[in-house]
């Protein structure tokens, strides 16, 4: 297994148009990576593309309008066509909020919340796995998982940020023998917790660098696999 060159490198972006997904994108933009930049939010994914292709990125945007499979396939098979050879997925979420034991209707409050992490997550994984297992791509998959801002509605991040890392474990060993590498990328927080604070834009500015270093940090050492780097402030 070689190390992966990010220039020229076709690199595809979920959730491109969140604050998370357009820093990542604009700095493998700034390594010379063609970036495939998509997201469900047409309005935010273009306001990404436009930000990549003023710094002079090779970019196409690709609006999700159907997050099923076939929705996906169709993404890659444009991708494909259109900039060449996928090299990286950069696999984002958001975690979910998962209920404490003891709340009403727990079981399928915590079924609805699995479902909504787990479903678009694991259908991109599996999309890129196939594609890069068929066209004999040494791939890499970055999966990052991020906690929203209003932590009082997610006090269960570590549980999401954990099927994540188990996903992560899991699939590298299933891809190992394809030469396909698959990391992750996790906050230990994100913004800060003191709500006097005044520099929380500053914070998250931070982290967001952290976050965008460690997944090139994956993308580029072809000896990381089956691990979760934590970034942090």
Known sequence: MVAMEIV?????????????????????????????????????LDQTYRACKAVGAQCEAYHLA??????????FDSVDQQLGSIDVLINYTLGAE??????????DRFSHSMLELTTTFFAFGKQAAHYMRNTNRQGVIVNLITQPQDNEQHQNFDSTKAIVSGLTLSWAKELSDFNIRVGGVAP??????????????AINQHLQYEIVRSAEYIVTNDYFNGRMLEAEV
């Open 98 to 107: 998962l209920p404490a034991l003891f709340s009403p209707s727990s079981v």
């Open 188 to 201: 230990i927080t994100l913004g800060c917790d003191c709500s006097d604070c005044t520099t929380n834009n």
């Open 8 to 44: 020229q490198s076709v690199i595809l972006i979920t959730a491109a148009g969140s604050p998370i997904g357009k820093a990542i994108s604009l700095h493998f933009a700034s390594l010379g990576a063609k970036l495939a930049l998509l997201d469900i939010d047409k309005a935010q």
């Open 66 to 75: 159907k997050q099923d499979e076939g929705g996906i396939k169709y993404v």
